[in-house]
Every structure is written in C-alpha cells, then in structure tokens.
C-alpha cells in the first residue's frame, strides 16, 4: 500500500501495535526505574513515561524518511539511516538511561505519544519513503504539514 505526503510516495510499513497485557490492554512500562544512576540523576521532561513496547519488521535497513499517522493522519515526520534500528531500538524500547537527562528525550516523548494513542484504541501506522536526501526531504514535509499539528518539536 501507498500513500502521498505532501508529493512524495510512502510506503505503508504497517501499523504500530504495542504488546499488550494479560486482560488485552497496552503493557506499560517504567524503565527508568531500573537505571542504576536514579538517585543521583533527574529525569528529563519525558521521561517519566508510561511507555509501551513495539516492534516493526528488521528488514527495513535502508535510510530515509517517515511518517507516523494517526487514524489517517499525520502527526510526525522523521529522519533515519536505518528505519528498523531507529524504531526496534530507539523509539521501540526505551532504554532506562535514555530517560534521564542527557538521554534519548525524542524517544520517550514519541514512545509515550504511541502508547497515549494506542491505549484511546487509535490506530498509528508507519510509512517510509527511502531517500539519501532524507535531512532535505524531512525538512520540506515538516514545512508542507505545518498547518498540522504535529508531534514534531526541538527539545
């Protein structure tokens, strides 16, 4: 399945879909509780979670762009070098560290964004389009979806 954003093709990657819990609601998770430096380090401003858990399949090892939509929306565009890495390991799971200061705060904010969504039983898809202009590509379709509101934000 296809989609355009603003000119360009995506691809349909699939549709985001938490682990779920033994009585079928989204699994929640509180990594940051496991970070070994919790007593002397402050969590960022994302990093309290909840979070939830997901993967997308590890054969999307291309750069590009993408975009998350919710229920046939968009509601953020991205760069990576490699899209399973970017959502298996970075948005996917959230690492304990990645929830303090100096960590990955796009990740829990975007994980938590997920999991808020998928919890109100909303429907996110991923959609990929592969470019080695990816940084130009990105920026032209934040600009063209402004009038939007996005979850993209400079932290």
Sequence with gaps: MER???DFTFVHIG????????TNGIRA??????Y???TVQ????????PFCRFRIPKQYGTEGVY????????????????????????????????????GQSTNCRLNNLIYQATKQLQRVDLW????????????MLIQK????????RKD
């Excluded at 402050?42 to 979670?49: D, P, R």
Aim: proline share 4%; aromatic share 10%; charged share 25%.
């Design 29 to 34: 998770y509180s990594p940051q509780t496991q």
């Design 67 to 102: 975009v998350l939509t919710v229920e046939d929306d968009a509601v953020y565009v991205g760069e990576c070098q490699h899209l399973s890495k970017r959502y298996n390991v970075g948005y996917g799971q959230i690492s304990p560290r990645n929830c303090y200061q100096g």
């Design 145 to 152: 979806l402004s009038t939007r509101r996005l979850w993209n």
């Design 4 to 6: 355009l954003f603003a």
């Design 128 to 139: 990929f389009l592969e470019t080695s202009d990816r940084l130009g590509v990105e920026r």
């Design 42 to 49: 402050a969590l960022h401003a994302y990093g309290a979670g």
């Design 36 to 38: 070994r430096k919790r």
């Design 15 to 22: 549709r985001i879909m938490p682990e779920m819990d033994e």
